[in-house]
């Protein structure tokens, strides 16, 4: 097979815990984000739009949805005979292990296929951010500096330093030091956990540490280069970037699609956004709808009034209903005369008349206060909700739940309903 200057191997496997029930029944790469997209639609296009045209996408915990999401990858024109786009899920191997364990196991676990392209360089991406980025112009630099290994490091405000696994380097950018959330950061310049390696450099480094537990990028292959004296450099990156590992950062980076001017623009001519897109249907809008500041997917049918969202493909909103707010994910359908405020409300939901969801004041989350905030409603994949009750902030709700469950109709502010046989 001919080599390939440089393919890309997307970590594509986390489980996304703080994302509460949206992550019960998808891996974090594949939750819906911007209306039409996936998480994982964003570091895909950022290759095809880098000129990268391998891609090796490593799956792990609850691939089904990612797995047909990504298909043989005609979306992101990666349907190629030499190359193209590889699903590449844990496989038993002869040892019995077949679970990755660390970021860098699981890229260990795919030599041969990184083999087969006998690449010079290799860039590791996590699939579970929101920015725009050429790999082309970070490969540029690696190649100016003769490095073995270039971090994307991403300045971050002091004060959050501590944060982040933070990189500090002298005045070519070489990396002196690293420091895993230091209490006092020396440096502001955050590791974005991008890397480009040279192939000779990341093979050795897989193989020497092969049988090291949960083996890690961060942890053990860079310190692993850094001890035998590698040059490593620092490509400091000022585009927009959003770890949306959270409820709350998630929530903010979908409203912040719809702001006068955003930050991060999903129009964008020449740095378009591929996906799967299956839903051919126009939107309707009923004579009593009213829609401001809103995206809003294909197939929707929108009879109440919605400000402030961000929709997926196929949503219906009964008549009288009032959506502020919220992300609303493909298929939902909500009855007539709710009343939703900032709540995220995941696939397939249906919620009867006459609710009201997000109401109240605030109070702290019974389930899981780390992840259950920011003042959110939380809705999990395929809930039903029955007509009539009030559900309050920093609630989650999964499953098929009836009048039965809700006291006094209500779920209040805090509260949580998880279905037998769903875990949270």
């Known amino acids: 097979m001919m080599s390939k200057e440089m393919i890309a191997m997307l970590l594509a496997g986390g489980q996304g815990s703080r994302l509460g029930v949206l992550t019960s029944d998808v891996a974090k790469p594949a939750v819906a984000f911007g209306g039409k997209y996936r998480i994982i639609d964003f570091p895909l296009s950022n290759c095809i739009n880098s000129g990268i045209d391998t891609v090796g996408v490593l799956t792990q915990y609850q691939p089904l949805v990612l797995n047909s999401h990504i298909g043989i990858g005609i979306p992101w ?17 002869s040892d019995g292990s077949d679970w990755y364990s660390g970021t860098a196991n699981a890229i260990y676990q795919n030599l041969r296929y990184m083999e087969n392209y ?3 360089y290799v860039l ?28 994307a490091a991403f300045p971050v405000p002091m004060e959050e330093a501590s944060r982040f696994g933070v990189v500090v380097t002298d005045e070519n950018a070489q990396i002196v030091e690293f ?8 440096s502001n310049l955050a590791s974005m956990g991008i890397y480009i390696f040279s ?24 310190p692993y280069c850094h001890e ?27 409203m912040e699609l719809i702001d006068l001017i955003p930050e991060f623009n999903l129009y964008e001519e020449f ?26 997917g294909a197939g929707d049918v929108i009879d109440g009034e919605v400000t402030g969202c961000v929709f997926g493909p196929g949503v219906k909103v009964g008549k009288g209903s009032v959506i502020r707010d919220s992300i609303v994910m493909s298929g939902a359908k909500i009855g007539e005369n709710c009343v939703i405020e900032k709540a995220i409300i995941a696939e397939d939901t249906v919620i009867g008349n006459n609710a009201k969801i997000g109401v109240g004041e605030e109070a702290e989350s ?8 920011f003042g959110l409603a939380v809705i999990g994949q395929g809930t039903i909700i029955p007509d009539g009750v009030t559900i309050g902030k920093n609630t989650a709700i999964r499953g098929e739940t009836s009048l039965e469950d809700y006291p006094g109709n209500e779920l209040e502010s805090g509260g949580y309903i998880i279905k037998a046989g769903d875990e949270a």
């Open 77 to 93: 024109d990666l349907d190629r005979t030499n190359g193209g786009v590889t699903v590449l899920p844990p496989y038993e191997s």
């Open 118 to 120: 006998n690449p010079e």
């Open 124 to 151: 590791i991406l996590s699939g579970d951010h929101i920015y725009k980025m050429d790999y082309e112009a970070m490969l540029d630099f690696h190649k100016q500096n003769n490095a073995d290994v270039t971090i």
């Open 179 to 186: 420091e895993e959330k230091p209490e006092n950061p020396k």
């Open 199 to 222: 192939w000779p450099v990341l093979r050795e480094a897989l193989i020497q540490l092969k049988d090291q537990s949960n083996c890690d990028f961060g942890k053990h292959i860079i």
């Open 228 to 254: 035998k004296g590698q040059r490593i450099f620092a490509y400091e990156f000022n585009g927009y970037w959003k770890d949306v590992g959270t409820l709350g950062s998630y929530w903010e980076a979908n």
């Open 271 to 296: 740095w378009k956004i591929y996906t799967n897109q299956n839903m051919v249907e126009p939107q309707f809008v009923g004579a009593d709808a009213s829609i401001s500041k809103a995206i809003i």
């Open 366 to 373: 019974k389930l899981n206060a780390s992840i259950y905030g």
